[in-house]
């Protein structure tokens, strides 16, 4: 059975830092693409990071470009989320999310081959 778990959300104050975390369990880890979406009260859900098989390559959201970094630990079946320089605009649920292809801006959260459950993030003005 697999399972994506997210950790780490929160309230926090506008300015401030906040770390998700998502452990997978159930698949071979190293063997796909994982990313961060978010959906916000009566918004679509949008892509926020994606991180490639080993790592290497990063892709972001250009909203969260040079505040956030995705990360990732395969031997420990981990992606994280640093999230720096928060607004109100980036409170959301935060979905952790694995696909065996390239995670990034194209890819419908839909079409994923799986997902978390989510994770609230609030952030106070």
């Known amino acids: 059975q697999v399972q994506l778990v997210e950790f780490g959300g929160g309230l926090v104050q506008a300015g401030g830092s906040l770390g998700l975390s998502c452990t997978a369990s159930?698949?071979?880890?190293?063997?796909?693409?994982m990313g961060w979406f978010r959906q916000a009260p009566g918004k679509e859900r949008e892509f926020v990071a994606g991180?490639?098989?080993?790592?290497?390559?990063?892709i972001y959201a250009d909203s969260v470009k040079g505040r956030f970094t995705v990360s990732r630990d395969n031997a420990k079946n981990t992606v994280a989320l640093q999230m720096n320089s928060l607004t109100p605009e980036d409170a959301a649920v935060y979905y952790c999310?694995?696909?065996?292809?390239?995670?990034?801006?194209?890819?419908?959260?839909?079409?994923?081959?799986?997902w978390g459950q989510g994770t609230q993030v609030t952030v106070s003005a």
């Open positions: 999310a694995a696909d065996r292809g390239i995670v990034d801006a194209t890819i419908r959260f839909a079409e994923l081959d799986y």
């Open positions: 159930g698949i071979t880890f190293s063997s796909y693409c």
């Open positions: 991180i490639s098989w080993s790592g290497g390559r990063t």
